[in-house]
């Protein structure tokens, strides 16, 4: 016989403890896989919640709690726990003053200007509530807290540490990331949901001399400059109409003084792209592009072209989101779920869980900001046009999400898309 328990019974209870939780975390931000305060907060709270089998220092700083509750379905929760090197500037009561070193060297601020600070709030209030009605589900859920999402490092750090020998197999992967949208509101679409990224390095090498004598150098900082203006044409003509790519130079350096032609120079790229055909085809144009303009140039010796970090393209499964949708609706409001007419241009490495777990995967944002600040904004006009400008975005120093009710949207949005999965209780 199956009962209906509500699993969000006692939710009130928790918010003040949640809230404290949420505060703490935000003003002790820490770098990606620098993340040991936050990692030893998540494992002692998940430690105190009955039933909670914890497992630390996973691909580094990672934390997974696995809670087995009989027999059903392994539903897989993730939450990121790195921070930025952002120097806040909200000015609410628990900003952070927190500053660290990176890996540079060089000394930085730190700020959770990503909210994954919401999301660690919201995963350790699904998985106490989830301890505390174990009448009212069955099956296993592993909660995963994952450092170093910045980076696009964490998950594969995570995996390349045995997680698939390590913990039961999910028969679906479940994550949320906090947005500038209004609260209450999430948003999600099946498919291709948010780009895949790919930055590059690239040196450029010419010959360098007096500045007054160009003819016996190869210069450059020119071939640089045709190198950044000729990759503007990769998505304007290479890529059709209908399709979505992103080509940035982010960065150029050449050079120290104006009267010495330097020996090389050195660009970073970023690249986006939510169509894996497009994508290889965007960065075999650049790397075209890089190569011929350094032969054009009579550069010395070829580019060196090095990567820095790739995202893969996060893609809903179809059917998997249809059923995260509908518990989603159940969870925050008929109305309150809103399907994107096309994938966002940020990256996640959330991916990776379903697509090395082989499992079917589902990720969607909730919103974190007032929703006086939408006054005159349609669900429409914000899944099809965007955001107003002046709403602080992720990454902002003022990027601030609205504690309350996000902390409480976000534990039941989490929980009543796990639930959907796990079997009911008896
Ligand atoms: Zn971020
Ligand atoms: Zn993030």
């Not at 150029?252 to 660009?267: M, V």
């Not at 059917?319 to 990256?347: C, H, M």
């Not at 965007?386 to 504690?403: C, F, V």
């Amino acid at each position: 016989m199956t009962t209906d328990t509500d699993l969000t019974t006692g939710l009130d209870a928790l918010l003040p403890s949640l809230r404290e939780l949420y505060q703490d975390l935000h003003s002790h931000p820490e770098l990606s896989l620098q993340e040991t305060r936050t990692a030893g907060v998540v494992a002692g709270m998940l430690r105190a919640q009955p039933g909670w089998e914890v497992t630390e220092g996973v691909g580094g700083t990672g934390v997974v709690g696995v809670l087995t509750n009989g027999e059903g379905p392994t539903v897989l929760l993730r939450a990121d726990m790195d921070a930025l090197p952002v120097q806040e500037a909200t000015g609410l009561p628990y900003a952070s003053v927190a500053r660290a070193t990176d890996r540079e060297g060089n000394d930085v601020p730190v700020m959770h200007a990503c909210g994954h600070d919401m999301h660690i709030t919201c995963l350790l209030g699904v998985t106490a509530l989830l301890a505390h009605h174990r009448d009212g589900w069955h099956g296993t859920v592993v909660a995963v807290f994952q450092p170093a999402e910045e980076t696009a490092e964490g998950a594969r750090a995570m995996l390349d540490d045995g997680f698939a020998e390590r913990f039961p197999k999910p028969d679906v992967c479940l994550g949320q990331h906090v947005g500038p949208f209004p609260t209450g509101v999430a948003v999600t679409r099946p498919g291709p949901l948010m780009a895949a990224s790919d930055s590059y390095r690239v040196r450029l090498f010419g010959r360098g001399g007096h500045g007054s004598a160009p003819e016996s150098t190869v210069d450059p900082v020119v071939m640089a400059a045709a190198v950044v203006m000729r990759l503007q044409t990769v998505v304007s003509r290479e890529v059709g109409a209908s399709q979505a790519a992103v080509v940035t130079v982010g960065s150029i350096h050449a050079g120290t003084k104006e009267n010495i032609i330097p020996d090389e120079a050195e660009l970073k790229l970023n690249i986006r792209s939510v169509d894996p055909v497009v994508r290889e085809r965007v960065l075999a144009a650049v790397r075209r592009i890089v190569t011929a303009e350094a032969e054009a140039s009579g550069a010395p010796k070829e580019p060196e072209i090095t990567s820095l970090g790739s995202f893969p393209l996060t893609v809903n499964t179809a059917d998997a989101t249809a059923t995260t949708v509908e518990a989603l609706r159940g969870a925050l409001g008929e109305q309150a779920v809103l399907t994107l007419s096309q994938p966002v241009n940020g990256s996640e490495d959330f991916g990776l869980f379903g697509t090395e777990l082989g499992a079917p995967s589902v990720f969607w944002h909730f919103g974190g900001a007032d929703p006086a600040a939408f006054a005159g904004t349609t669900a429409e006009s914000l899944a099809s046009r965007g955001l107003p400008p002046e709403i602080p975005m992720n990454h902002s120093p003022y990027y601030a999400p609205l504690q309350d009710p996000t902390v409480e949207l976000g534990v039941r949005a989490l929980l009543g898309a796990a639930r959907a999965w796990l079997a009911p209780g008896e």
